[in-house]
């Protein structure tokens, strides 16, 4: 099984598709899209997608407070991703 898909086997347990991904410099907060012609085991495709840097976020009290962007699309490296949790 590759990355994807026990991403999407996780997601389904959870029970959403709405998910907060940290990597290595960023906190990601958006709503996974299952998208057919995408490529699904490198990329993991977002929409309404919002980042901040993980710098900001720590001694305050929201990544909300400092969101730096907002995206309808965004695509994430499978590899990039540091944590995950669905909400």
Known sequence: MNK????L???EISNSD???ILTNHYQIT???YDCEKC???AFLNL???SLCLINDVYGSDTCEKYTSSHYDWLHVNFD????FSFI
Do not use: L, P, W, Y
Not at 4 to 7: G, W, Y
Not at 80 to 83: E, G, L, Q
């Open 4 to 7: 994807a898909d026990e991403f």
């Open 9 to 11: 086997k996780i997601m």
């Open 18 to 20: 709405k998910v907060v």
């Open 30 to 32: 958006g709503h996974v």
């Open 39 to 41: 490529n699904k085991e």
């Open 47 to 49: 929409t309404n997608a």
């Open 80 to 83: 990039s991703i540091t944590a």
